[in-house]
DNA sequence: TGTTGATTTGAATCGTGATTCACTCCTTGC
DNA sequence: GCAAGGAGTGAATCACGATTCAAATCAACA
């Protein structure tokens, strides 16, 4: 019986299909799922386009794989920032509205990916269970703000998702793969409009300030 | 010199263009831009792949066309139904929420193509210009609404930008291919949540009422 | 009716990238 | 060193619809 795989041989295997994930993370950072061809992810880890599919079943697991790590990761950084703001629920939504926009204005091409791009059915699924789980949070802090009484009464998930929406419109303009690099300034403006915009949506019962 | 293109030969062309960019139209609204293979496209004229290349350079260039035409359909309406308005901003803005939700909720299938189905960048660059029509109707009233201060200050673009984003994100989960049918009551309690939400976030001085 | 050119046809070709698979190259355990 | 599989390779194949184009057909006019 020669050759059984070892723990070195699984190790290894799983440092390597990491690396195509990795690799197609890369890719689609820079430019977008369109560029993370099994070519080039192959290409990127010096391996072969066959070897990629020991890995993994079809290009479409993959970006799948990808996208669901590239937006845990942004669903859970929003996640941490609403439960560090206070308990206030008009802080909470204002958190999560802060962070999502300044995260998509900094890594544009990320965002372009995660919330516009043009993607196959099977990624698509991701981005609707991604694009929920930011409503989910924004119902939840909303219900919340409607208990209190900091938000005038509605529909909690429809509000929810206008808000998403409200947010993704004002942004896209500006995340575009073709629009031009804006400045800070113009960020920080556009992130404040989208807030008090929401904020009276929601009927906040102080302005909170500009600024 | 025999054989000269006549009137008859021209209008039959014309309508034979014509035809082909009905049926594109059909096809669209019936299962969407990805349907409108040259190959549907020229059978439901009887006509055959190749003739369609004699009236237009490429099926995205078909495509456009149809996009625009249907697009500038909707547009017109809109533009009509806010004419028609009162003068008041908060009236006439409303008008537009109603009636691009309404038509949206009624030819879902079409609405789904217009606005969120994947696209070539041909296409996708018609949307474009579509989107930006609305935005800029809605720019104009807010900044009416601004000048007569039915609204509360706010930079008029980003205001429609966010409408129009709200209002798209609160309409796709009920247009979606797959979603199931929805009654009238639930889009009528769809449009005039959304209608609330927007006159919230302008700012509008009086509630407008429910219904 | 014959001639000329416009129009139509649809099978063959293209383009693009995912996917396969027969073959070679490694690793392991003896 | 060597046999038994596991892994890696990349050229060939496949999928799929857009696009082409040589041949056939049709329309106008003398």
Redesign the pocket.
């Known amino acids: 019986?020669?050759?059984?795989?070892?723990a070195?041989?699984?190790q290894?295997?799983l440092d390597?299909r990491d690396g195509f994930l990795r690799a197609a993370r890369g890719l689609v950072a820079a430019d977008g799922f369109?560029a993370?061809?099994?070519?080039?992810i192959?290409a990127r880890?010096?391996?072969?386009?066959?070897?990629?599919?020991?890995?993994?079943?079809?290009?479409?697991r993959?970006l799948a794989e990808v996208f669901r790590s590239a937006a845990s990761h942004e669903i859970d950084l929003v996640r941490a920032a609403v439960a560090d703001a206070g308990q206030q629920a008009s802080e909470r939504i204002g958190e999560l509205i802060r962070i999502f926009s300044g995260r998509a204005l900094h890594g544009r091409r990320m965002a372009w990916a995660l919330l516009f791009e043009p993607v196959s059915p099977v990624v698509e699924a991701e981005r609707l269970v991604y694009r929920s789980s930011y409503t989910d949070i924004g119902e939840q802090i909303i219900r919340d703000g409607l208990a209190s009484g900091d938000f005038v009464p509605q529909d909690a998930r429809l509000a929810s998702s206008a808000v998403m929406g409200a947010v993704s419109e004002a942004l896209v303009g500006w995340i575009r793969p073709d629009s031009a690099e804006p400045s800070e300034i113009e960020l920080e403006c556009v992130m404040e409009g989208i807030r008090s915009f929401c904020f009276r949506a929601l009927g906040v019962s102080y302005a909170g300030g500009i600024r």
């Open positions: 019986m020669p050759y059984r795989p070892t070195l041989t699984r290894n295997a390597k369109k993370a061809t099994v070519a080039a192959a880890c010096q391996a072969s386009v066959g070897s990629v599919y020991s890995y993994f079943d079809s290009r479409d993959l």
